[in-house]
């Protein structure tokens, strides 16, 4: 309980925050995380090279929302990609060419 108050007052714990492990072996670190996203950002950044902003920050939302559903990037990039194909999508404004 002291360790709760100290939190919610601002203080700093003298132990390192918790790592958290949901596969044996993996610690779900921020490095961790990062790594997972890697791809996706520099594919984020090459589509932002080639067209207009908010369509490379919509795809990168997309196949990262993906991912954290469980689809690997390769998947996540596939199935983004056959939406852009999607003419009702591109008709009502929500993905762009």
Do not use: C
């Given at each position: 309980?002291?360790?709760?108050?100290?939190?919610?007052s601002?203080?700093?714990?003298?132990?390192?925050?918790?790592?958290?492990?949901?596969?044996?072996?993996?610690?779900?670190?921020?490095?961790?995380?990062?790594?997972?996203?890697?791809?996706?950002?520099?594919?984020?950044?090459?589509?932002?090279?080639?067209?207009?902003?908010?369509?490379?920050?919509?795809?990168?939302?997309?196949?990262?929302?993906?991912?954290g559903?469980?689809?690997?990037?390769?998947?996540?990039?596939?199935?983004?990609?056959?939406?852009?194909?999607?003419?009702?999508?591109?008709?009502?404004?929500?993905?762009?060419?």
């Open positions: 309980m002291a360790t709760f108050r100290k939190l919610l601002g203080g700093r714990s003298s132990r390192p925050a918790p790592i958290f492990q949901l596969v044996p072996g993996q610690p779900l670190t921020t490095g961790y995380f990062l790594l997972q996203v890697e791809p996706a950002i520099r594919h984020g950044i090459a589509e932002l090279l080639e067209s207009n902003p908010r369509h490379a920050l919509t795809e990168l939302a997309l196949i990262a929302y993906l991912m559903m469980g689809f690997d990037y390769p998947t996540a990039q596939v199935i983004v990609e056959a939406w852009e194909k999607d003419d009702i999508l591109l008709a009502q404004g929500i993905l762009t060419e």
